[in-house]
T-cell receptor, first 115, second 111 residues
Framework: DVKVTQSSRYLVKRTGEKVFLECVQD?????MFWYRQDPGLGLRLIYF???????EKGDIPEGYSVSREKKERFSLILESASTNQTSMYLC??????????????FGDGTRLSIL | KNEVEQSPQNLTAQEGEFITINCSYS?????LHWLQQHPGGGIVSLFM???GKKKHGRLIATINIQEKHSSLHITASHPRDSAVYIC?????????????FGQGTRLTINP
């Protein structure tokens, strides 16, 4: 069974801090994704990566960066946290097979509060 | 207008009822997904389909490509089915396959 592990379930940080959210998957998936989920707005893609050291902006990349130095790990970085980045953050991974992305497997989410 | 629209947004039913959640989309897709999210956050992929119908236990998903519409049905609903159900489509956006999500349907099954 695929396991996507996010480093924290709950995190509280202060405005201006640099925040790292870590995600690890154990199934050798090529694709990894970072989403944020807000009431009324649903899931929105921040960044995704389809290979080591490769990254693509999603729909709302402003204020975020990512790092993928190893295939199994995808990190989301808030360079200078702001209160509007308080949200639920979800990581996902998927396999590329048969010419298409296979279903995404999600982590349990990190509820991040910026004070 | 959202590219993926779900209805209803909220649904409350009694245990045992037959449940239908609808999803319409306006973009070209390669696949449609139904996801389930329980309170606490974790999301589970229920179905991925590109045509016809799939069944898993009490859950059935159908898709009509021509009408750009999909339905998720739950037979003999149970309180443990209470969750948010999310429809998502895989489309090619800016040259990459990405998921576009609906807003979700919050389902509550009362005993």
């Amino acid at each position: 069974d695929v396991k996507v592990t996010q480093s924290s379930r709950y995190l509280v940080k202060r405005t201006g801090e640099k925040v790292f959210l870590e995600c690890v998957q154990d199934m050798d998936h090529e694709n990894m994704f970072w989403y944020r989920q807000d009431p009324g707005l649903g899931l929105r893609l921040i960044y995704f990566s389809y290979d080591v050291k490769m990254k693509e902006k999603g729909d709302i990349p402003e204020g975020y960066s990512v790092s993928r130095e190893k295939k199994e790990r995808f990190s989301l970085i808030l360079e200078s946290a702001s209160t509007n980045q308080t949200s639920m953050y979800l990581c996902a991974s998927s396999l590329w097979w048969g010419g298409r992305n296979q279903p995404q497997h999600f982590g349990d989410g990190t509820r991040l509060s910026i004070l | 207008k959202n590219e993926v629209e779900q209805s209803p947004q909220n649904l409350t039913a009694q245990e045992g009822e037959f449940i239908t959640i609808n999803c319409s989309y306006s973009v070209g897709i390669s696949a449609l997904h139904w996801l389930q999210q329980h309170p606490g956050g974790g999301i589970v992929s229920l179905f991925m389909l590109s045509s016809g119908k799939k069944k898993h236990g009490r859950l059935i998903a159908t898709i009509n490509i021509q009408e750009k519409h999909s339905s998720l049905h739950i037979t003999a609903s149970h309180p443990r089915d209470s969750a948010v159900y999310i429809c998502a489509v895989t489309g090619v956006i800016q040259g990459a396959q990405k998921l576009v999500f609906g807003q979700g349907t919050r389902l509550t099954i009362n005993p």
